[in-house]
């Protein structure tokens, strides 16, 4: 009688192992790496004792997160984690008050460790090495109102990460200002709309200006936001300020049979771009805070039109390709390059694409919050990976 009682409880301890065993082994994966600081001698200060959080995500939603800190020689591990498919990391790093973020990190099936090295730099409150490689305005005359899309190739040419030095205006966290961009007075702040490269928790509008607190990492960014100015007489003069140097300055207008004229930028040549005519006008090598000014005459009056987010995605893809030069003096690119630069901006357009569509499903009542934070984060997150890249590539 004993050992057919024993029996089944042999039968239950072993299906306890059996089903125990790839819980087990979902729980054994490892992110281990090392802080690199890249900052050339006799800078690069100790990566000693710095503060490294791993960040979990279930199915792209944030679940928590954890920390550790460095050795002597910057090293990391994280352990215990999960390998499952639908897990996801990401580890953050806080190196002189900026923000260093790594790719996301999965675990494809069998694998158990990552090595993942994150790359920081010496932080510096001097502006010395940054400049705008370009700087593309659209204006899109309307009835009463201008539509403007203003985009930038952001270069940090030295080997420091740029903190500001400047308390960024109306702030209440008192963070610094890194990059400023001016806005007419008349500006519509409502309207204000930016590119995924202008985190929302990162911008401050003040003092006439959009402002990142966000730190400029060497290599280079694009930078891309959009606002409509409304206007009374048949007549405007649009004027910017850039805090920083510009190498290649282009304003189009669109070719609406309004006139425009400026005593600094030249040309007023007609191009085709985004499927529309324009007229193109450009400077090259702007000094910091020189006033560049463009005069309008011949438009509409009254009405409205709606900004619509396309406008800057269409931005970032002739950013993502040269832009600063005369449209229609591109150099040649090889043409596996050209499909290459082509295949990123066809993604990065699609996933602005599909936050836009998410955005509208939502607000129409076609999903629930949940899953709408849900996805939006994972787009997001898939976009800032995709910029990471490109600023990668920026620095190579």
Not at 1 to 8: A, F, H, S
Not at 99 to 106: L, Q, V
Not at 271 to 279: S, T
Not at 346 to 358: G, T, V
């Given at each position: 009688?004993?050992?057919?009682?024993?029996?089944?409880l042999i039968v239950?301890?072993a299906a306890?192992?059996?089903?125990?065993?790839?819980?087990?082994?979902?729980?054994?994966?490892v992110?281990?790496?090392?802080?690199?600081n890249?900052?050339?001698?006799?800078?690069?200060a100790?990566?000693?004792?710095?503060?490294v959080?791993l960040?979990?995500?279930?199915?792209?939603?944030?679940?928590?997160s954890?920390?550790?800190?460095t050795?002597q020689?910057?090293?990391?591990?994280?352990?215990?984690?999960?390998?499952?498919?639908?897990y996801?990391?990401?580890?953050?790093?806080?190196?002189?008050t900026a923000?260093?973020?790594?790719?996301?990190?999965?675990f494809?099936a069998?694998?158990?460790t990552?090595?993942?090295?994150?790359?920081?730099y010496d932080?510096?409150?001097?502006?010395?090495?940054?400049?705008?490689?370009?700087?593309?305005i659209?204006?899109n005359?309307?009835?009463?109102?201008?539509?403007i899309?203003?985009?930038y190739?952001?270069n940090?040419?030295?080997?420091?990460?740029?903190?500001?030095?400047?308390?960024a205006?109306?702030?209440?966290q008192?963070?610094n200002?890194?990059l400023?961009?001016?806005?007419?007075?008349?500006?519509?702040?409502?309207?204000l709309?930016y590119?995924?490269?202008?985190?929302?928790?990162?911008?401050v509008?003040?003092?006439?200006?959009?402002q990142?607190?966000?730190?400029?990492?060497?290599?280079?960014?694009?930078?891309?936001?959009?606002?409509?100015v409304p206007?009374k007489?048949?007549?405007?003069?649009?004027?910017?300020?850039?805090?920083?140097?510009?190498?290649n300055?282009?304003?189009?207008v669109?070719d609406?049979?309004?006139?425009?004229s400026?005593?600094?930028l030249?040309?007023?040549?007609?191009?085709?771009?985004?499927?529309?005519?324009?007229?193109?006008?450009s400077?090259?090598?702007i000094?910091?805070?020189?006033?560049?000014?463009?005069?309008?005459?011949?438009?509409a009056?009254?009405?409205?039109?709606?900004?619509?987010w396309?406008?800057?995605?269409?931005?970032?893809?002739?950013l993502?390709?040269?832009?600063g030069y005369?449209?229609?003096?591109?150099?040649?690119?090889p043409?596996?390059?050209?499909?290459?630069a082509?295949?990123?901006s066809?993604?990065?357009?699609?996933?602005?694409?599909?936050?836009?569509?998410?955005d509208?499903?939502?607000?129409a009542?076609?999903?629930?919050?949940?899953?709408?934070?849900?996805?939006?984060?994972?787009?997001?997150?898939?976009?800032?990976d995709?910029?990471?890249?490109?600023?990668?590539r920026?620095k190579?």
């Open positions: 009688m004993t050992r057919y009682k024993i029996l089944p239950f301890l306890l192992v059996f089903f125990a065993v790839p819980a087990l082994a979902q729980n054994a994966g992110i281990e790496g090392q802080l690199v890249k900052t050339a001698p006799p800078g690069g100790s990566v000693a004792k710095v503060t959080t960040k979990t995500s279930i199915g792209g939603s944030e679940q928590g954890k920390d550790t800190t050795d020689d910057g090293k990391f591990q994280f352990s215990g984690l999960n390998t499952a498919s639908n996801s990391y990401q580890l953050v790093v806080i190196y002189q923000e260093y973020d790594s790719d996301t990190i999965t494809k069998g694998e158990t990552q090595t993942v090295n994150v790359d920081v932080a510096t409150d001097k502006a010395d090495k940054l400049r705008f490689h370009a700087s593309q659209e204006i005359p309307g009835q009463g109102r201008l539509e899309t203003e985009h190739l952001v940090n040419d030295g080997d420091t990460t740029y903190i500001g030095s400047q308390p205006i109306g702030d209440s008192g963070r200002n890194t400023k961009f001016s806005l007419p007075a008349e500006t519509d702040q409502k309207t709309q590119s995924e490269t202008l985190m929302d928790w990162c911008v509008i003040g003092g006439g200006n959009l990142d607190t966000m730190a400029v990492l060497p290599g280079q960014k694009v930078v891309a936001f959009m606002y409509q206007y007489s048949t007549e405007y003069s649009f004027t910017k300020t850039f805090i920083y140097p510009v190498a300055m282009s304003v189009l669109k609406t049979g309004v006139a425009a400026s005593d600094t030249s040309g007023g040549q007609q191009v085709q771009y985004n499927g529309a005519n324009y007229v193109q006008y400077a090259q090598n000094g910091a805070n020189t006033p560049v000014t463009l005069n309008l005459s011949g438009l009056k009254s009405g409205n039109s709606p900004l619509k396309g406008g800057i995605a269409a931005a970032i893809l002739v993502g390709v040269g832009l005369p449209l229609s003096r591109r150099r040649r690119v043409a596996r390059v050209q499909r290459q082509a295949d990123r066809d993604d990065r357009d699609e996933l602005l694409m599909r936050l836009a569509r998410l509208d499903n939502y607000e009542g076609r999903m629930g919050e949940a899953e709408y934070n849900a996805r939006r984060a994972q787009l997001k997150q898939r976009l800032v995709m910029n990471r890249q490109t600023e990668r920026g190579a």
